[in-house]
């Protein structure tokens, strides 16, 4: 009896955990995506629709010229400006990558960094390639010391205006000013503003921790951009991060929205439990269902040989079974030695002490869940939808497959022309080449150029596949459409 009623219990389990008990997960996680704000942040983050409409107070002259002479132009030259995209939902008047609370004020969200566009459609999971939040931090707080009253989030209560106002002014005059937000448009610095908030915590995690914490994340640590990576290949890792050093957890993932501004950061552990079900269940774009009749099945073919003679012992093999592709991933960590790309993110990013301080704080589970807290390389990541993912490399210096696989052919200085623009051929963002960045007075028209001789901007390395030939390469181009 006791058997049958273990059987019994048993069955109850694995059908509560089964597939609807899943997608019902994932779905709660994207609600709390679409209608929560975790990353509770500085005031010059928060604003009101409001606000953001009078942000081209503070735009350069020609851009207020534009303006001026057809204002319905307002949100299209602010996307544009800061990298917003529209959302494919209904956000009460505001860009995706925000959530407007109940009072009105609008929050920023992963999507505003975790939903990127193709061909002029929104993919939710995609890395945003255009996002500029270092021109949207500097006209915030221009805006905000230009006019403190009229630009703050709490429009009718003066002494938070001025409190946001001297915030400001704090930040100007603080160490975390010196970290630049990005040097190019959809490379955010976001391991200096990662490790900065979690300088705010102790290692149980409680807001405020420091001063130990706070020396150890964030004196050490060198500003470095990175591309963004696409969550739907989350599925078949088990490790996050270009380097690969943290383990995918409920907690891992949470540390983004660790600001000492969120007193309420480890009550939302359940909640992101339904978020990791929900980025686990993304599901890489296809080429053929985007732009159907334009993959040739027989040059595809012959690329697909090419990829298990060059790529598929870092990149895993893949299979479609009944339409469904399927893939071994072996999830390898590649040696900085052998892959001879840009070193400073794995060398400078972050630093030792910061893992080790992560590794053994509650995110970390106190040292209980793996770490590797001095990663040699990058790893290698999936590519499930990698013809959608562009720009490439860990640090987004490469425009196209095309000038991933002929590095002869990667352009030293690099601009996109138009982000609605897929390039079929070359199978990427559309640009022009320069010889050098033009000089221009305005930040935001400088982040458009990407310059691979700056710093942790370097193209170079990533050699694999030149044994193939020429035609070799361009069947291989072909059956990357595939995946």
Not at 29 to 50: C, D, I, M, Q, W
Not at 133 to 144: A, C, N, S, V
Not at 194 to 213: E, K, Q, T
Request: glycine residues 8%; charged residues 25%.
């Amino acid at each position: 009896m006791a058997s049958i009623l273990f059987v019994l219990l048993s069955f109850q389990v694995h059908a509560w955990e089964g597939p609807t008990y899943q997608a019902k997960k994932a779905q709660i996680g994207k609600r709390n995506l679409t209608h929560k704000a975790y990353s509770v942040s500085p005031g010059f983050y928060t604003l009101t629709e409001k606000t953001f409409n009078r942000l081209s107070k503070v735009w350069p002259r020609e851009l207020r010229k534009r303006l001026k002479r057809d204002p319905s132009k307002f949100r299209e030259l602010a996307y544009q400006r800061y990298g917003f995209l529209k959302a494919p939902y209904d956000n009460k008047g505001a860009p995706l990558g925000f959530v407007v609370k109940p009072d009105g004020r609008w929050e920023g969200s992963c999507f505003m960094c975790h939903a990127g566009s193709v061909g002029g459609k929104v993919i939710l999971g995609l890395g945003n390639n255009q996002i500029d939040i270092g021109t949207f931090t500097e006209d915030r707080i221009k805006q905000i010391k230009r006019y403190p009253i009229s630009s703050n989030a709490y429009p009718i209560n003066f002494p938070k205006a001025l409190s946001e106002s001297l915030m400001v002014r704090l930040y100007e005059r603080s160490y975390f000013s010196k970290y630049r937000h990005q040097l190019s448009k959809g490379t955010p610095n976001v391991v200096s503003g990662w490790s900065a908030i979690l300088g705010g915590r102790n290692i149980d995690m409680d807001p405020f921790g420091f001063p130990r914490s706070l020396k150890i994340n964030v004196f050490g640590s060198i500003p470095v951009d990175s591309d963004m990576p696409a969550w739907f290949t989350t599925s078949v890792k088990s490790r996050i991060w270009v380097d690969g050093f943290s383990p995918l957890t409920r907690r891992t993932i949470m540390s983004p929205a660790a600001a000492p501004l969120n007193p309420e950061f480890k009550k939302w552990e359940s909640e992101f439990d339904d978020v990791l079900h929900y980025i686990k269940s993304l599901k890489a774009p296809s080429y053929e269902n985007s732009f159907p009749g334009r993959i040739d099945w027989k040059m595809a073919k012959k690329g697909e040989d090419h990829f298990y003679q060059s790529c598929s012992n870092c990149h895993g093999d893949y299979e479609r079974v009944a339409g469904v592709m399927t893939l071994l991933f072996p999830e390898e960590r590649i040696p900085l030695s052998k892959l001879k790309t840009d070193p400073a993110r794995v060398r400078k990013g972050l630093t030792v002490s910061w893992r080790q301080f992560y590794q053994n704080s509650w995110l970390g589970n106190y040292g209980k869940d793996k770490f590797v807290v001095d990663p040699k390389g990058y790893m290698a990541p999936p590519l499930l939808g990698v013809w959608a993912t562009a720009p490439y490399l860990h640090n987004g210096s490469v425009p196209t497959l095309y000038h991933l696989l002929f590095e002869s052919e990667r352009p030293k200085i690099w601009k996109v022309t138009d982000y609605k623009k897929y390039d079929h051929k070359n199978m990427g963002l559309s640009f022009n080449k320069f010889l050098s960045v033009p000089i221009v007075y305005d930040n935001e028209m400088k982040r458009r150029f990407f310059d691979t001789t700056g710093h942790s901007k370097s193209n170079k390395g990533h050699s694999f596949g030149s044994e193939l030939s020429e035609q070799q390469k361009w069947e291989l181009l072909e059956y990357l459409k595939t995946l």
